[in-house]
């Protein structure tokens, strides 16, 4: 079974520039998870997706970033004008269906952020 | 609101040594368990995971037992080999709402032959 897939790999942009992260979920998986780790610390939750519809998007910073998830499959999470403390590694994850209690999350490697 | 603590980090050890992972927890009801391993260069992966109270979690020879009279869910391997060098994530699923993973910081392990 194909993995969650992310792209690009890496990213390097100025500040105040904008810069959007693609994530294709495992098949079937109905719940999409965009997370941001930055260097040292675990991964913070962004935004979640059951299907197309927002779930919980509390930690999302709305006034620069958005993430949309169109026919509940492929997501893209964007960033405009970036900062310098967005520089990070940005997470992608899936899972069958967040009501399952017990529903592993799988990630995808990750796109890595510098913001110059 | 629901919360990890993991030990810091570096921890390093010879090739075949015991290894401990320190992991506490806070949060409200009864969490799912979990411990996420992040090798260089790759994402996180699923390492093992515990859904109730003295249930113990398993996986390439590592183990962890959740442990709720002492909010605790340490990750312990026997024997460590220099492939296991990476860094490892506690993390709890809360059971209710929109049952989102909340992480601890991370601890990296370092092997050396």
């Known amino acids: 079974e194909a993995g969650v897939a992310q792209s690009p790999r890496y990213k390097i942009i100025e500040k105040r520039q904008s810069v959007a992260f693609w994530c294709n979920p495992i098949?079937?998986?109905?719940?999409l998870y965009w997370y941001q780790q930055i260097l040292g610390q675990g991964p913070k939750l962004l935004i979640q997706?059951?299907?197309?519809?927002?779930?919980?998007d509390s930690q999302l910073p709305k006034d620069r970033f958005s993430a949309e998830r169109l026919k509940g499959v492929d997501s893209t999470l964007k960033i405009q004008p970036a900062k310098l403390e967005d520089s990070a590694v940005y997470l992608c994850a899936s899972c069958w269906g967040a009501r399952m209690g017990t529903d592993t999350q799988y990630f995808g490697p990750g796109t890595r952020l510098t913001v110059l | 609101g629901n919360s990890v603590t993991q030990m810091e980090g570096p921890v390093t050890l010879s090739e075949e040594a015991f290894l401990t992972i320190n992991c506490t927890y806070t949060?409200?009801?009864?969490?799912?368990l979990f411990w996420y391993v992040q090798y260089p260069g790759e994402g996180l992966q699923l390492l093992l995971k515990a859904t109730k109270a003295d249930d113990k979690g398993s996986n390439k020879g590592f183990e962890a037992t959740y442990r709720k009279e002492t909010t605790s869910f340490h990750l312990e391997k026997g024997s460590v080999q220099v492939s296991d060098s990476a860094v490892y994530f506690c993390a709890l699923k809360e059971n209710t709402g929109f049952q989102k993973l909340v992480f601890g910081t991370g601890t990296r392990l370092l092997v050396s032959p």
């Open positions: 997706f059951q299907n197309n519809g927002v779930v919980d």
């Open positions: 949060a409200t009801g009864y969490p799912s």
């Open positions: 098949s079937g998986h109905a719940t």
